[in-house]
C-alpha cells in the first residue's frame, strides 16, 4: 500500500480552489501550511500502479502550479521474496 506526500502550490495563489480539488479526489488529505502558500499533500493507494494513476490526475488538476515528490513509501518492497 503505497503511501506518497507532496507540496502542492496553487496556481493564482488560490489555494482554496486546490484544495476542494484535491480532497475531491478519494485517498488524499491536504494540509496546507502556516502561511498557506503550499499544500502538503498525502495519498495513499492499494498499489503502485494506482499510486501512479492518482499522482497523474494530481498533475492535471486546473488549480495546481507545480506539485513536488517529498516522500513515499510502497510496503511491497518489505514482504519477503
Do not use: K, N, Q, W
Amino acid at each position: 500500500m503505497p503511501i506518497t506526500s507532496y507540496l502542492a502550490s496553487p496556481s493564482g495563489h488560490d489555494a482554496d480552489a486546490l484544495t476542494r480539488d484535491i480532497e475531491a479526489l478519494p485517498g488524499c488529505s491536504v494540509l496546507p501550511s502556516d502561511r498557506g502558500e503550499v499544500l502538503v499533500v498525502v495519498t495513499e493507494t492499494a498499489d503502485a500502479e494506482a499510486d501512479e494513476v492518482l499522482a497523474e490526475t494530481l498533475r492535471a488538476l486546473p488549480h495546481l502550479d507545480a506539485l513536488v515528490l517529498v516522500s513515499a513509501f510502497h510496503d511491497d518492497a518489505l514482504e519477503p521474496a
